[in-house]
């Protein structure tokens, strides 16, 4: 077997997921400036929500594309008012607080959902009952199952829409609007509390789907599984410069194939010494050097004064 | 009478002072008796946690730069002492000797860490940072092989107490009719540091070095228009705030004798970060009673437990968790209330001394 | 008035993208004299003061001051050789009291380190109370005594403005470029304020100066240097720029000349 190869393939698919919790951050960041710390956390509960109904499923014998379409769509509505209520009680009273107000906030409510978590499903490792026998496909001497086909695919399509959406559609405008000068949307007609909501929103219903996806990738779920996740995607959207929608698919991808690649061949570069327990720090690594030589990111503006 | 003009007045204020003294020094002793020996260590624990966050108030308060890894420099002090005091490479250090020098290392460690982040603002600086604590820590576990330098994740054990001759504060001593237990006499010797911390933070405040930092934060462009050198002031807040988390880690891992990368995580370091919120960026008494707030706060939850084997006949909730909901709540209450700390900066008093200036 | 130069800067060039803002830019300014920088909005002159104090790196060009080349230089090294400044849109340190800016001022003229400070020296001691006086000398200089215990952003617009000022002759400048010193001030205000940068001079600083209000800055000036789509299109005393036809179709109009 190929091993550049599969970690190449496997490195794309975990890419596209973190890809899509990316986007979340990036578009919250570029219409707030805010970190919002939660988001790894709703990606968890969407993941744990679709858990929960695919086992309460499993026995009823539904076809799985349909079983599979209820848990989507289960998480996505749970996440998306998940989002929702969190941006009105804890962001939008502190607009104009200061700086780092917001943030903690964020952590807090990372926390609660965190343990809420914990409170609902218990702190052990929760399993995924076998639903999909996938089948591989043998691409240049690598292994691609049918799993990891369709997560990408459907990754591609989401962020494919979302491109499309923002760029074309009334509401897009109006997001871009805001991002670019919210007084001005705001004089404008755009009615920026909406826009901010639906942006919670979109980004919450997102992240549902890549719980959706981790969950099916990994078979087990946990409360504390958002964190890295969500780094991970925050990294990756400061990679392809937060704020840019296109930056947060291009980090995403590049960060999951970073990640694949070095843990599959930091035992052979380092002689034995390093081993892959060390993958979790080649994020940062990545990330930091990025920073250093081109601190807005890959697609990021050079903006001189940003923050 | 207004409490605060009681400290600036001429005749009171050698009483007011006193008085504060009297109730630290009495404070161990009387919580012993009402609450516990337990109540003991998590007073002792919330002064080095006051140092904690002076440290990282230098850092976030004053020079406001957002560091999201604070707690690595904690852990480099403490790694620092553990190695060098304890049956780990079998050396045994003076803790004079180890504070120092712990504290040099995580100097180092501020300067290493801080020199790649000089050029990133705001958010980017934050996730960097928190990066760096994350490599630290990943280190710290996985520094068992090839070579067995930390021990990985079962952590050094059997650290040595602070002890100078034959006096160690690992044992219970008798003095004046009183009995100090070694939480008893870490309290102390952690009362001594907590308050030459605050010491420092204040004289840097109000110095050259502490009004360049407060310049960097309000506008580094017309700082460096000024005349300030922002790379080497930048350099030096991390340098000093990373020292006070090093002698608070060499502290720390006397204290507890044993340490394991458990201790060092995300949530420690912003933990550490909200108390410097929660308290008032910037304000040092602010900041130094956020941190003792924080430290018992949780533990105050831990309370709820019994609470509710009292009240309900079980234990519906975990209260572990509880106390970790709670805390979160808190955060959020707190900030939705009151954005700017319990003890916002209002005004600084310009010109301490102008008196005899003018 | 002495005629050796104090700042030259020759063929500066500088580009943002496909613009250019500055091309081929020269101007000498003589120790001593008050030089004023004029032309319409988007003419290059921020952007020629962000080269001259070292914020913006010139393309090309060279910039001698003191007959020691700074270009290239970081701002604090460029404050260092004697050239201080302001901002038009005030960048102030909002936090801190009126009279900690400028103390803050006094940074690159003291040193005082974390030792120092720590333990309190009689150095350390002696220079923070000398300091505070000289700040306190420049709040009075500028007509700010009143206000020293503000915060900087609770001021007056016009104070702010002087209390840049104030703060940029806390470095010991031998150069001091103001960029729009006069801007929103009302009449009583800027005649105020024109004593005042008579005075600076009069103390044998040398004045380079960015300003729209044309009384003011040909009122003040001894030379004039004007700049338009990032070309200096003329250069000298005030009364022949005045009269120079490319200046008046370019910049003055029909209303000036």
């Not at chain 1, 061949?265 to 081993?275: E, K, M, P, Q």
């Not at chain 2, 079980?314 to 700390?341: I, K, Q, S, T, Y």
């Not at chain 3, 003061?49 to 270009?71: A, Y």
Request: with cysteine; hydrophobic share 55%; charged share 15%.
């Amino acid at each position: 077997m190929d091993i550049f190869a599969q970690q190449l393939i496997n490195g794309l698919v975990l890419g596209s997921i973190y890809a899509l919790v990316a986007l979340g951050y990036t578009m919250v960041y570029g219409i707030l400036g805010l970190i919002n710390f939660a988001h790894g956390d709703i990606t968890m509960i969407g993941a744990l929500v679709a858990l929960t109904i695919l086992q309460g499923l499993a026995a009823a014998g539904l076809p799985a594309p349909v079983l599979l379409v209820i848990a989507g769509g289960g998480a996505m509505i749970v996440c998306a008012a998940l989002g929702l209520s969190i941006e009105r009680v804890a962001y939008r009273p502190l607009r104009r607080a200061p700086r780092l107000a917001p943030l903690i906030t964020a952590i807090g409510v990372s926390i609660l959902l965190q343990y809420s978590a914990a409170l609902v499903w218990g702190k052990q490792y929760i399993a995924l009952p076998k639903l999909l026998e996938p089948s591989a496909i043998d691409i240049a001497g690598a292994q691609l199952t049918t799993l990891q086909l369709a997560i990408f695919l459907l990754a591609c399509a989401i962020m494919a829409a979302l491109l499309w959406f923002i760029k074309t559609s009334r509401m897009g405008r109006a997001m871009r609007a805001t991002e670019q000068n919210p007084d001005v949307a705001g004089l404008m007609g755009v009615n920026t509390n909406s826009v901010i909501a639906f942006t919670f929103v979109l980004g919450s219903a997102i992240g549902a789907i890549a719980g959706l996806m981790i969950i099916l990738y990994y078979g087990i779920g946990h409360y504390f599984m958002g964190f890295m996740l969500g780094l991970k995607a925050f990294t990756a959207a400061v990679l392809g410069g937060i704020g840019n929608v296109g930056g947060a698919v291009l980090g995403g991808l590049l960060l999951g194939v970073i990640e694949s690649l070095a843990s599959g061949y930091i035992g052979d570069l380092s002689g034995g010494v390093l081993g892959s327990n060390y993958r979790d720090i080649f994020a940062f690594l990545v990330l930091v050097l990025v920073l250093v030589l081109r601190p807005s990111g890959l697609l990021g503006q050079q903006n001189g004064d940003r923050a | 009478m207004n409490i605060a003009a009681l400290f600036n007045d001429r005749h009171y204020r050698w009483f007011a002072w006193g008085a504060v003294v009297l109730v630290l020094l009495a404070l161990p002793f009387i919580t012993e008796a009402v609450l516990g020996r337990s109540w003991v260590r998590i007073i002792a624990v919330s002064l080095l946690f006051v140092m904690l966050a002076l440290g990282l108030n230098i850092v976030v308060g004053f020079a406001g730069l957002l560091d999201l890894g604070y707690i690595a420099f904690f852990a480099v002090g403490a790694y620092s002492y553990a190695l060098l005091a304890s049956p780990q490479f079998a050396v045994h250090w003076p803790f004079l000797l180890l504070l120092p020098l712990g504290a040099a290392i995580a100097a180092v460690f501020g300067i290493l860490l801080g020199a790649p982040t000089l050029r990133l603002r705001g958010d980017y600086l934050a996730i960097v940072t928190l990066g760096f604590g994350e490599i630290i820590r990943v280190f710290l576990n996985n520094l068992n092989r090839p070579v067995n330098i930390t021990n990985g994740p079962q952590g050094i054990t059997l650290i040595d107490p602070l002890q100078m001759g034959g006096f160690s504060l690992a044992q219970t001593h008798s003095f004046a009719g009183l009995t100090f237990s070694p939480v008893h006499n870490y309290y102390f010797v952690f009362l001594v540091c907590a308050a030459l911390t605050i010491a420092l933070s204040l004289r840097l405040q109000n110095s050259r070095i502490g009004r360049a930092w407060v310049a960097i934060r309000d506008d580094e462009l017309a700082a460096s228009a000024m005349g300030i050198n922002t790379r080497n002031v930048k350099l030096l807040a991390f340098a000093m705030g990373a020292t006070f988390g090093g002698v608070a880690g060499g502290l720390f891992a006397s204290f507890q004798g044993f340490i394991s990368p458990e201790s060092f995580q995300l949530i420690d370091s912003i933990m550490v970060l909200c108390m410097v919120v929660l308290g008032g960026m910037g304000n040092v008494a602010g900041v130094a009673l956020g941190a003792v707030l924080l430290t018992a706060l949780p533990e105050a939850l831990r309370y709820i437990g019994p609470l509710q084997q009292r009240w309900f006949g079980g234990v519906l909730v975990d209260p572990a968790d509880l106390r970790m909901l709670l805390f979160g709540l808190a955060l959020v209450l707190m900030m939705l209330l009151r954005p700017e700390g319990l003890w916002p900066v209002r005004r600084r008093q310009a010109g301490k001394g102008n008196a005899d200036a003018g | 008035m002495p005629a050796d130069i104090l700042l030259a800067a020759s063929g500066i060039c500088k580009h943002f993208g496909g613009l250019a803002a500055l091309s081929d830019v020269s101007i000498s300014v003589r120790r001593g004299e008050i030089f004023g920088l004029i032309g319409p909005n988007g003419a290059g002159k921020t952007t020629l003061f962000n080269v001259l104090t070292g914020l913006t790196v010139p393309d090309v060009g060279k910039l001698t001051f003191d007959g020691r080349r700074i270009e290239g230089l970081k701002p604090h090294a460029v404050a260092g050789h004697g050239i201080a400044r302001t901002f038009q849109n005030i960048r102030l340190f909002g936090s801190m009291t009126t009279l900690e800016n400028v103390m803050l001022g006094r940074h690159l003229r003291s040193n005082t380190g974390v030792l120092g400070a720590v333990f309190r020296t009689r150095a350390a001691v002696a220079e923070e109370l000398a300091i505070t006086r000289r700040a306190r000398e420049l709040l009075d200089y500028c007509g700010l005594a009143a206000r020293a215990d503000d915060l900087a952003r609770d001021l007056p617009y016009g104070d702010q403005r002087r209390l840049e000022i104030a703060r940029a002759l806390a470095t010991d400048p031998q150069l001091l470029a103001l960029d729009e010193p006069a801007a929103g001030m009302n009449a009583t205000e800027t005649a105020a304020l024109k004593a005042l940068l008579e005075r600076i001079r009069e103390d044998g600083i040398t004045l380079l100066l960015i300003e729209h209000d044309m009384k003011l800055v040909m009122g003040l000036s001894h030379s004039v240097a004007v700049l338009d789509y990032g070309e200096k299109i003329a250069e000298g005393e005030p009364e022949a720029v005045q009269r120079n036809p490319r200046v008046i179709e370019a910049y003055l109009g029909s209303g000036f000349a």
